[in-house]
């Protein structure tokens, strides 16, 4: 008999039952209340998805809770951190706000939680006031160039430009003692900030809103590096800790920070600078005389965060494989939000629940069992920093290494409604390309999502013209440890913006308050039809990846990248390595034999596919694709980057998208004289490089060649 | 059809054509030259491999020489290295011997390589000689104990007790400024010393003897560690290479020694630092002035190695599989000796040779194609450090640690002619043992192998009883980088000696010139039956990894030695762990999970033998078996210790067996106080090995249980 394949039949049948009415109707539970990580709300999610996934007419084969033991951080209930003036006779004469407006009813609820920094220390830092851009290293650069003394003052910094911790490690590398940031309306509002154009009356944060967030460095349990949390397990000593934002830090909402910005004295700030709080805004230090707050008057900042060991769970529930079991599709997103989350991220929860539902009644009818096992998971903390996928990948490294074909995240399904929107690695890219162009796009007309995507986000490809341009990978969301530290092929899926449409750097109530079932429901998709989008691409991708006889993961895409890659490298550093006699000769071999090697298993992929191979022979070919990616993987590559070892996609500090450790570490060299460690280490970094190329070729070629 | 699986007949047929006179004739060739790594000679054999293994007749699939560029250790053509006695006027007054007396012509001719210690640094240190014993710390301690001034001394040191390059490290830790290594005919000849007892007129190291050596701390080529010796991989500078012994240091006969220890003043040596030279052993410094040489004489060490980066050559070779080409049972030797090298290595590699010529031989008939590959390896510079085959794990590190089934080592084949002595990891225990027990022992009587073995090494096994004990894989050849670094599970086979009729610590003639084709024909193996024994046990452990349907590596052979670990760990470290807070709970229950999961995957396995179970199926069960030993590696567990990543296996400072990272970071902590970094470190080890455990056990469950 043939050996089972994807089933077209199969594939409309999931694409028509993937109901739009049903997400909304899961998110409308998911986000009924605020269920931070660890909270008891939380905790019946946990229940909740249990009991889906357990479900006799429409659940998995088996679901179970993984709970880990980790550090998070958490404002003091009895003392709330307050930022206020302090006049010069020590009276406070002036508190901005502890908590969010209650716009609309759901913002006052006891299980809202302050907004905070999580992991930043407390303390209570009194000084004058700076204001600081985004803080980045130059940020503060610019300040000192300008004349302007540092030392004890507070830093008022907006969201953008750096990472939330990064803000709070630049000020204090200048005697900064206490760091505020707010979101300024120009960045998240498209300008907007008066109450009657923000939300409930459009999508737009309102004045009072506050963006929460984990201001680790890291991801993963941050006593646990590389090691489960689970009870028994080693934990670091708090001391041994690094990571953590150094000193104090508050958010606080644009209201707020009017108040404290458009009162400030001293020079003006650069144009870049410039925000729209409706004032022309200075750099401080300190208020200016004629404004609301007496010149000499000093900004408070009194942060009571503490940290403490909380039960954490991650929820996973597996339709087991007829065919090749011990192959898995993993699906997951996070459970855990800030306040009620519907956006971020209930929105993808309520596709996943969707998603788990009719491939689960299908499972249970008796219509259908996949090929390969899939495997859905509900990570717990990650608004913490990653934690829970961190410590599964850790507590299950090489079960997962071994056996995972692909990883696919849904964290916020839906930005916004205008286009579909992947980040992933390149041997997805052809798997994602074959699902969205069988699934009508929402919204007017009768373009495909695929149609649709391609234009909003597109590129011209060497090898197959005009295409849809995925965006690569950082450490947004749960995927980050699966294709660092794992090295698994994997994506993430979203719906987003119209960019000529709006300039707001996320969703504007992200991780506030207002980030609710209605503001999804009346703004960013009524109709829930881009849940449904992204359901339907989700579900196709699913079954694709678990049930074609031959895996979809084209592999020679990567021979796209890499010479891209290699293109930037040579444009980019071509010149400062000749100078210092480094020869990228050898990289342009490996990416050569790489391309060839893909080009040539292609050739055979398709010659077997025109036979009736038998499934061996499949499965053997199969395990190259799988394992592509983890040939790319190199933990020694650079042990202090923790968790990243993918040697393509690990972080890049230029914005030249070329092979990062060879960029990273040119960087560091540049103004060194040849000969020095950094050259060495730029020698290093490219035989790193090469040998993974190398060596990926190898695995690639036909598996009884030397 | 059935699938294709171990034929007895064939098997049957390999152990027939498994010729000693063939192995013989191997062995003639292979050690007719001295054939160092990267000599003329040494690429005449790989030129004589490819030969071989391309041959229409009797050859492989394919066969390819591999050529990294690494870094050799030779003493200067010009400028001998020379161990003086200098009178106090400055005279020389007695020199060591520059080479090993030519006693049946093998010994002098030009590529004879003068005794040296490779990697040692050059240099002309001159002093009083002390006698320092084995050269461990504690020696060392003793000798300044008994009041002895170390600074600027010659030590003279025996082999034995601690490596080749320890002696010096130690040595240098207290100023002494030379050092010198002898063979003590205690430890090598059962304290046998005269010409007439020595070889040619018995197996034993004639007085001018001198064993040669690596002194080189690590293994792999020393300027690329992790990196593959290619031309164009980046090398470390010389300034960064660590693991060169620190002061000159030079091996020397045991009649060498004689004259120098014999005339030493000072305090008696302790009884255990005697040896057999005929005479007591005094500690000096400088000599007695009543003996041969004035009181004040001083010892000139003059060594002028040098480094050179050199090319050496692996030589590959495949059969490949016919169902599963994907999956190799790989085994190798190296070809590279210090001299003619008749034992070391090229018995292994006659063995080598008359295994691929049979089995090359069915192939090429037709008669026979395994289901699996099979790849042989011939290694080069193995005598410097394991290079070639630690170069090729680095260049192939993914391909290989995906698809090898198992490393099979065959070095030196034959030590002695009295047993079989398997060193493995514990899922090799039982095919070593089905093959063993179906093959006929060498010598009198009708005993198999296995009972033949079983006399000489045994222990008792609580799941079988009485059974031949398998030694563990430290790092004595290549099967190094396949078991700690790559995490594939190892065996290295040989025939060796009665340890009631010898106490030499291994064959005399070990690295010196006299390990020659007529010392082993008419001392080692008479007949060539140990070789032949030794050939037909490695022959039938390849077919039946490479041509079972079942994989024959039983994992729950890894529960015995868990528990054996466990024991270990509660009787020798439990007591010091309590009085710290560390409990060893965790780790009973992680050994108890695994015992639990392998014994529930034994049973799945006899369960599905009985059935008619479909190729995919036992694919993936496969996969579980082989992969479990990649489940003990973890990189980061011992960053320091070069390559060793295997928790299980990794070099271990403490005389129990047991877990290897817990006992060397007890070791540490000992002296310390509770809350010390080092005790974090016992934490961290526990919660390390707890984590490969369980890992481990999670890859062996049913593959779609959570
Ligand atoms: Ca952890
Ligand atoms: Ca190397
Ligand atoms: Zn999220
Ligand atoms: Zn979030
Ligand atoms: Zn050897
Ligand atoms: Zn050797």
């Known amino acids: 008999s043939a050996p089972q394949d994807l089933d077209l039949e199969i594939l409309e049948t999931v694409m ?16 009924r209340e605020p269920h931070l990580a660890s909270s008891p709300r939380d905790e019946d999610l946990v229940q909740l998805l249990l009991q889906r996934w357990k479900d006799p007419e429409s659940g998995l084969d088996s679901a179970e809770a993984f709970t880990y033991e980790v550090l998070l951080s958490f404002p003091s209930q009895e003392q709330p951190n307050v930022v206020d003036i302090v006049g010069p006779t020590g009276d406070i004469i002036h508190s901005c706000h502890r908590t969010e407006e209650n716009v609309t009813g759901e913002q006052g609820g006891p299980d809202v939680i302050q907004p905070y920094a999580a992991y930043a220390p ?28 540092l030392e ?44 009657s154009e923000t939300f409930p009356n459009s999508w737009y944060l309102p004045p009072s809103g506050v963006e929460r967030g984990s201001y680790y460095k890291y991801f993963g349990d941050p006593l646990t590096p590389y090691l489960p949390a689970i009870p028994s397990s080693f934990r670091l000593d708090l001391a041994n800790v690094s990571g953590f934002p150094p000193i104090p830090t508050q958010p606080i909402g644009f209201q707020d920070a009017r108040d404290l910005l458009c009162n400030l004295n001293g020079t003006l700030a650069p144009d870049t600078w410039q925000g729209a709080l409706g004032c022309h805004y200075r750099l401080g ?14 900004v408070n900042v009194s942060v009571y965060n503490h940290l403490e060991l909380r039960n954490s769970s991650n929820v996973l529930g597996i339709i ?32 996943l629940l ?51 074909v692909a990883y696919i995240n849904v964290d916020i399904a839906v930005f916004a409604n205008a286009t579909l929107r992947v980040q992933g690695t390149p041997p997805v890219q052809s798997v994602v390309f074959s699902a969205t162009k069988e699934i009508r796009s929402p919204g007017p007309g009768d373009l495909s999502i695929y149609d649709n995507w391609i234009r909003y986000f597109n590129r011209s490809s060497p090898v197959y013209g005009l295409v849809p341009s995925l965006g690569s990978l950082g450490a947004g969301s749960d995927y980050a440890p699966f294709i660092h530290f794992l090295g698994i092929s994997s994506m993430d899926i979203a719906y987003t913006y119209d960019r000529s449409k709006t300039s707001a750097r996320i969703y504007p109530t992200y991780h506030t308050a207002f980030d609710t079932f209605d503001y999804v429901d ?10 449904q989008a992204v359901a339907r691409t989700a579900g196709s991708i699913i079954l694709r990846l678990s049930d074609s006889f031959f895996l979809p993961l084209k592999v020679s895409d990567y021979s796209e990248t890499l010479r891209s890659f290699l293109q930037a490298a040579q444009q980019d550093l071509g010149a400062l390595l000749e100078q210092h006699s480094i020869s990228l000769g050898p990289l342009v071999t490996a990416v050569e034999k790489f391309e060839a090697e893909a080009a040539a298993l292609g050739q055979r992929i398709s010659t077997l596919q025109k036979s009736s191979p038998d499934p061996l022979q499949v499965r053997m070919l199969n395990d190259q694709l799988m394992l592509l990616e983890r040939s790319f993987l190199n933990p020694r590559a650079f042990p202090e980057e923790r968790y990243y070892s993918h040697v393509l996609w690990a972080t ?36 790193i490089v090469v040998t993974a190329l190398e060596g990926a070729a190898a695995t690639l070629r036909p598996v009884a060649d030397l």
Not at 162 to 184: F, P, Q, S
Not at 332 to 342: K, Y
Not at 666 to 678: K, V
């Open 652 to 687: 890049r500090t230029g914005s030249v998208a070329t092979f990062p450790g060879l960029s990273n570490a040119c960087s560091r060299a540049r103004d060194t004289a040849s000969g020095s460690e950094a050259w060495a280490e730029v020698q290093r970094q490219l035989s």
């Open 152 to 195: 004890g003052t507070i830093a008022l910094t907006r969201y953008g430009g750096v990472g939330r911790g990064d803000k709070a490690v630049n000020a204090a590398k200048h005697g900064v003692a206490g760091v505020l940031v707010y979101t300024d309306p120009a960045d998240i509002n498209d300008g907007l900030s008066s109450p």
């Open 522 to 531: 009346k703004f960013l998709d009524p109709g829930f039809s881009s849940h």
């Open 16 to 31: 028509g039952q993937l109901d739009a009415h049903r997400i909304r109707e899961n998110l409308r539970e998911l986000s």
């Open 320 to 351: 087991r494989g007829a065919v090749e079991p011990d192959r898995y599709v993993l699906y997951g997103n996070h459970r855990d939000s800030w306040v009620h989350g519907a956006v971020d991220p209930s929105s993808g929860t309520a596709v």
């Open 122 to 149: 407390s303390g209570t830092p009194q000084g004058l006031l700076v204001y600081a851009n985004h803080g980045t290293e130059d940020d503060f650069k610019e300040l000192q160039t300008q004349g302007i003394k």
């Open 285 to 298: 230090p300190g208020f200016r005389p004629d404004g609301n707050f007496s010149a000499d008057s000093q």
């Open 354 to 404: 969707q998603l788990s539902r009719v491939l689960g009644t299908l499972l249970k009818k008796g219509t259908w069992r996949p090929r390969r096992s899939i495997v859905f998971a509900s990570w717990g903390a990650e608004e913490f920093g990653l934690i829970g996928s961190t410590e599964f990948t850790e507590e299950f490294f090489n079960k997962l290494q071994e056996r995972t």
